[in-house]
């Protein structure tokens, strides 16, 4: 039996311009994200015929097809990212895969790119087949962009790949990961994650901005520059460990991701946001695209039970979080 685990992540500045072409358009750049120990996993054991049995826990699907071809033509929606993985390989022998996710669907957190991962991980180990990071970041961008049918960022795929506070550089050269060896504590005792309640969708959000940026539409461009800017500098504060300099970077964000689209915030992102500066706390991060999903929240740390209540008695979720590294 193979087991296979990968974080996701939260993603701290730059989000956006890891999808191609923004980050051409607006010179090098770079995005910062933090692995977190909600996890995606799976197990995969090869089987004795050419019977395929899958099973997505957290869906709480099971189903045996006779055979690969059979499993690759089913219409079940609970399949698909496991259907363009699996196709991608073609094994010669049928197999059990168990798979399960803790990200809330539509969670902001990277949670399809994680799984999608993990499976790379897995039938690379069954099937003897070796990949370089940056093969494998390719190879789960790729195909996931056949599960949404539209363009895909690559910044979810490092921090399931490898651990860590990471800066990822996008330039015309191609990408590089530069993981950060540093002391989270102060990183990770101010930060709280909520879950809005709403799943977003991150594929529909992003192409919004690359096509407003393609067609030259000044107020997006604009803001994906600022968006830039301020990613450059939240990399230098955590390279230095600055992390007082956080909460004024993400309400900086905030601000310049609203004004690239709409459609990043909802009412909900607003609603929390409201509630819990209320309550104490400095500056909230819309995660991933937005538009639903989770928001980081910048807090003292002797305000976080505070916070965590107030959230739950108006229907958001707070989610414990722990830094995943190495």
Known sequence: MIKIQSPTRVDLAGGTLDCWPLYLMVGDCVTVNLSIDIMTGCELVAGTDSSVEIEVKDLKFKKTFKNLSHFLEAQ??????VQKVIEHYRPKQGFRLSTFSQSPVGGGLGGSSSLCV????AFNAWLGFTQTLYEMVTLASN???????APTGTQDYFPAIQPGLNIIHYRA???????????LAGLAENVMLIYTGRSHHSGINNWQVIKSVIEKVDSPIA???EIAQIADETAEVCRRQEWAKIPQL???????????TSSFTSPEIERLKVLVTEQGAEAVKICGAGGGGSVLVW??????????????????QPIKIRPVTG
Request: with cysteine; charged share 30%.
């Open 299 to 316: 807090a003292k740390p002797e305000l976080h039970e505070r916070i965590a209540t107030a959230c739950q008695k108006n229907g958001f």
């Open 76 to 81: 079940d929606p609970e399949l698909l990212l």
């Open 118 to 121: 993990t499976l790379i991980k």
């Open 250 to 260: 993400f309400r900086c964000e905030f601000d310049a991701r609203v004004r690239l």
């Open 143 to 149: 195909l996931e962009a056949r599960v949404i049918h």
């Open 223 to 225: 803001a994906l520059k």
């Open 173 to 183: 050269a191609g990408l590089k990961l530069e993981p950060l060896a540093v002391s």
